[in-house]
């Protein structure tokens, strides 16, 4: 990558390196010896716990002795998707990144800016001579985007700072004070294996082309969720016909809105074109329902082999019903603040595998009570329909504080140096913070960071003026730390 262009040079320069280092989720080893050496080469505390997060320290420079601690934190980790014609390795391959007018992006694959401009900036900071700051301590998690599982095993006592800033925000100009806690809840219905009859039209039924989205942050925003499309044609065939199931894969991510999805069926061949008839309704209906959200919405309806057995009608019956009555979106707003959602459910994937339908989903909530309750909802529902169902114990929400010293702080520098207001913000997504609420209580945090779009997919770009800024800020927020 070019960097000489790119301002604030030195932190560009770290986000190069970091680019040359594979860092898969839970594939982070190559990532977490480039940090020991980095720290270790500057001849700055440097240690790693067991689960492999790395802690960097550096003192304070010469008149900021007496200042708080602050703890930098960034994941080291990140999401790697690539377009289907890319040959991109990454394990071994660079990410070959270029820009584009005010963004820079990556040639087919992620950018890994979520969050490995974060790292970047720490390391800049670390690197840094002529800098002025208090006692700092940087801390890489691992494994961020698949579970939070480095921020979950983090021990008390790694870190010792006072105030935390958390660098893995995605718009400039906002500073997260808060974020909402979830958990996944998965079912299981074992069935049985029968024959189709002789003389059934066998079809597969497609919905595509939906805007999908973050399961947490985009709950909100009126979007169809492609299982819920699917099982609402499959039924109403299945209450209207005599209708086998014979497969049905629909939905990917946990932490995504389903974009996609598709189910085999057989029905007798003289109902072949009154579905064909009812999949064109139900596609008007939805088309008009989602008329703003959803322009690209497709149903497709094709003649498919039927490979001689499906689900038996009443496991059949049990599952569809449970899907249809399964709460999806959002279940209730914020007491506090009119515009944050405070609970949700998303139904992430539905899918027949060795024997078994599994479905997978998620609740969100910044209330715990609440995400239990929404959990222990979903469980209710499938468990009438007498499928095994599992939630896990999730991860915390991170509750704002409202005295927060640091807070202020970033509000009062961001004015000082930018004379606008910056958005105070909650989110309804997961952040490590919540993780770190919970084993250090009394640290002080917030969330920042430069804007970011497309990710967790190969359309990811940073937008890089606003790097400028958020490199300001953190400094001039690093001068103006409390005294101890």
């Not at 980095?38 to 802690?55: I, M, Q, S, Y």
């Not at 629909?250 to 074109?273: Q, T, W, Y």
């Not at 094709?302 to 249809?324: C, F, H, N, W, Y």
């Not at 997919?457 to 958020?470: A, C, G, T, Y």
């Amino acid at each position: 990558m070019e960097t000489t262009a790119l301002q604030p040079k030195a932190v560009f320069d770290c986000f190069a390196q970091v680019n040359r280092i594979p860092r898969p989720s839970k594939r982070e080893e190559k990532m977490i010896e480039f940090l020991k050496s980095f720290g270790e080469r500057l001849g700055l505390p440097t240690k790693v716990d067991e689960a492999g997060n790395v802690l960097i320290t550096k003192p304070a420079t010469p008149g900021f002795e007496n200042r708080r601690t602050v703890v930098l934190q960034s994941h080291m980790d990140m999401v790697c998707e690539k377009n289907a014609d890319s040959a991109f390795d990454f394990m071994k391959d660079p990410i070959e990144a270029y820009v584009d007018g005010e963004w820079l992006k990556a040639k087919g694959t992620t950018l890994g800016a979520d969050d490995g401009i974060g790292v970047a900036m720490q390391m800049a900071l670390l690197e840094a001579t002529d800098i002025p700051h208090g006692p700092i301590e940087c801390l890489f998690t691992r494994d961020e985007e698949t579970g939070l599982t480095g921020a979950a095993a983090l021990k008390p006592g790694f870190m010792t700072g006072d105030y935390l800033i958390n660098l893995d925000s995605e718009d400039e100009g906002q500073i997260f004070v808060s974020c909402a806690g979830g958990a996944r809840t998965s079912a299981e219905f074992d069935f049985t294996e029968v024959p189709v009859p002789e003389g059934y039209f066998g079809f597969r039924v497609e919905v595509k082309g939906l805007t999908g989205g973050h399961s947490g942050d985009d709950i909100n925003k009126k979007r169809a969720n492609a299982n819920k499309l699917l099982v609402r044609f499959i039924l109403d065939a299945f209450k209207k016909y005599d209708l086998y199931l014979v497969d049905i894969q629909s939905g990917g991510l946990h932490n995504a809105i389903p974009r996609e999805g598709f189910a085999v069926c057989a029905v007798p061949m003289a109902d072949k074109e009154q579905v064909r008839v009812d999949l064109n309704l139900l596609a008007a209906a939805v088309e008009e329902e989602y008329s703003r959200t959803e322009p690209g919405v497709a149903f497709v309806l094709e003649s498919a082999p039927v490979a001689g057995t499906a689900i038996d009608k009443d496991t059949t019956r049990r599952l569809l019903l449970a899907l249809q009555a399964m709460d999806n979106g959002v279940f209730a707003m914020s007491q506090d603040l009119d515009w944050l959602v405070e609970t949700s459910s998303n139904l992430a994937s539905v899918r027949k595998e060795d024997g078994k339908v599994v479905i997978n989903s998620s609740q969100r909530s910044s209330v715990a009570s609440a995400r239990e309750n929404m959990s222990a909802t979903v469980r209710a529902v499938f468990e009438l329909a007498g499928a095994r169902v599992v939630t896990n114990e999730g991860y915390p929400g991170w509750k704002m504080n409202p005295n927060s010293a640091l807070l202020k702080v970033a509000v009062d520098s961001y004015r000082r140096l930018f004379s606008a207001e910056p958005k105070i913000l909650a989110i309804h997504a997961g952040l490590e913070c919540g993780l770190f609420s919970e084993k250090y209580p009394h640290l002080d945090m917030i969330s920042v960071g430069p804007t970011l779009r497309g990710v967790h997919s190969p359309d990811e770009r940073l937008h890089i003026p606003s790097v400028q800024k958020v490199w300001d800020h953190l400094l001039d927020m690093l001068v103006n730390i409390p005294t101890a």
